[in-house]
């Protein structure tokens, strides 16, 4: 019976997840109208990488060491967002009179060409639209839900690689 944390399933389930956590942030950005704020659109970018290794990794079914090809740059992408999540949600508990102000927006940077390194420093600092909460579920807002998904995620990925490891070595016994 083939063991289901091993082969392509833990990539197709990190993958179908992000595409699903993406697919709804473009519907809240376009459908519902939620302008995404600079730290929102650093937390996307996590899951871009996330997903888009996790959709190779399930297309190549990797066996043995080649997982960790494909987990290492899943895990690596749960890290950036991880840090841009947990940053989103401080500066959304800030208390009102601690919140920075609001710089030039992302798309403003891009659209006249700041040196990255400037649109990255802001986008960390934090602009004060991005301590606003337009969104909740459940009581907790967007930022706080991505930084779960990430957690929740790179958890799952890295027992996939260990119990998966694991379960090759007791097979070849």
């Known amino acids: 019976m083939m063991n289901p944390i091993r082969g392509r399933t833990p990539f197709t389930i990190v993958f179908l997840a992000c595409a699903g956590l993406l697919g709804y942030a473009y519907y809240a950005q376009f459908g519902l109208g939620l302008e995404p704020c600079p730290l929102c659109i650093l937390q996307r970018l996590g899951f ?69 390194m400037d649109i990255l420093r802001e986008a960390f600092t934090g602009a004060g639209e991005c301590a606003e909460v337009d969104w909740s579920f459940l009581g907790l807002s967007m930022p706080m839900w991505t930084l779960i998904w990430y957690v929740g995620l790179s958890i799952f990925i890295l027992w996939a690689l260990v119990v998966g490891r694991n379960g090759s070595r007791s097979r070849a016994r």
């Not at 959709?55 to 840090?83: D, F």
């Not at 710089?103 to 060409?113: R, V």
Request: contains cysteine; charged residues 10%.
């Open 48 to 116: 871009m990488v996330m997903g888009a290794f996790a959709l190779v990794g399930a297309i190549h079914g990797p066996k043995s060491w080649g997982r960790w090809v494909y987990g290492i740059p899943i895990l690596a992408g749960a890290g950036w967002g991880i840090t841009t999540g947990a940053r989103h949600v401080w500066l959304q508990n800030l208390p009102a009179d601690q919140v920075p102000d609001c710089g030039p927006g992302m798309y403003f940077m891009l659209e006249y060409d700041f040196p990255l």
